[in-house]
């Protein structure tokens, strides 16, 4: 009989970009098992095009639990590779194999490195919610954010969708610390998150201006996002799906000339539906950048649009 904390392992070996079209096809998956944790990475260094996707339940996986990995690909699946672990204590072990990232400004680390007195500091552990800095599209916004401060933009009030730890809210908020700012995501876990990631961090919770607010909303539906906006500055870290269908609640919600940063999307057919959806609601391309296969786009209303074209 298996240990109580025994974790089980499923990996399934494909091609990199397969990998990634089932991690996209689970992130729109709301019934998903919690219990179900997965990722993807490359097999190796020196191997960039092979990927796997890999699984891991605090029990002995059954048939449900293969078939919700098989049904993430679009054709045939790859073989489930299955493997009963020795109890460890994952969250150290995964904080462990979290080096500090260094992202323009900023630098980003678990509680177990130093920080950085050259940078613009954040202390992020490892957690449920997404944002640690160690994402691309994640790392993509950090140094945008701070080419958006290098040319001069002004920001009063901003608002991070989907923010998951806090991070680039925080980090928007360390650039200009004068500004309100919003922080909301649809997962009710990321408000815990958030607040002990804001008193890690020294960051000030509340509804004035050099604070932050924390709400658990779904994309822009909450009447405080409205009543808080309208926002100078808008960031979204969230998929390519969600973001064309925010498009029209994002023109509502930032003023004339203010600023939107997007992330989440594959640079390439993604990319393309979003900026296209955004134009179509009235923003105008400011500056691109890209991280690996992801694009980070930044956008600015234009201050003359109507809503009815």
């Known amino acids: 009989m298996a240990s109580p904390d025994t974790t089980w392992k499923l990996s399934l070996f494909a091609p990199k970009k397969v990998v990634q079209d089932a991690l996209l096809a689970h992130d729109l998956i709301e019934d998903w098992d919690p219990d179900l944790v997965i990722a993807g990475r ?27 990995l098989a049904g993430l690909f679009a054709g045939k699946a790859p073989k489930v590779v299955i493997e009963e672990l020795p109890p460890t204590d994952w969250v150290t072990l995964s904080q462990q194999g979290t080096p500090p990232i260094r992202a323009g400004r900023f630098h980003v680390h678990t509680p177990e490195y130093p920080a950085d007195p050259q940078a613009i500091d954040f202390t992020i552990p490892t957690s449920q919610a997404f944002g640690t800095g160690q994402h691309r599209t994640t790392a993509g916004c950090l140094e945008m954010l701070g080419t958006m401060k290098a040319s001069g933009l002004i920001a009063r009030n901003i608002a991070d969708i989907g923010t998951g730890t806090g991070l680039l809210g925080f980090a928007a908020l360390a650039l200009w610390p004068h ?17 002990e990631n804001a008193a890690l961090n020294a960051i000030p919770l509340g509804p004035r201006a050099g604070e932050a607010v924390m709400i658990v909303a779904d994309g822009m539906d909450d009447p405080l996002i409205t009543v808080r906006g309208p926002y100078d500055l808008l960031i979204a870290n969230i998929l390519a799906g969600p973001l064309v269908e925010l498009a029209p609640d994002f023109a509502r919600a930032v003023a ?17 539906a979003v900026k296209q959806a955004m134009r179509r609601a009235g923003f105008r391309a400011a500056a691109r950048l890209q991280n690996g296969d992801w694009a980070i786009l930044w956008l600015r209303r234009r201050r003359e649009w109507s809503h009815a074209r």
């Open 42 to 68: 490359e097999v190796a260094e020196d191997q960039p095009e092979d990927w796997v996707l890999e699984g891991w339940l605090p029990r002995k996986p059954g048939k449900a639990e293969k078939a919700a």
């Open 179 to 195: 500004a309100k700012c919003t922080l909301t995501d649809i997962d009710p876990v990321c408000a815990p998150v958030v607040e």
């Open 256 to 272: 004339p000339g203010g600023s939107l940063l997007l992330a989440g999307l594959l640079a390439g057919e993604q990319e393309a």
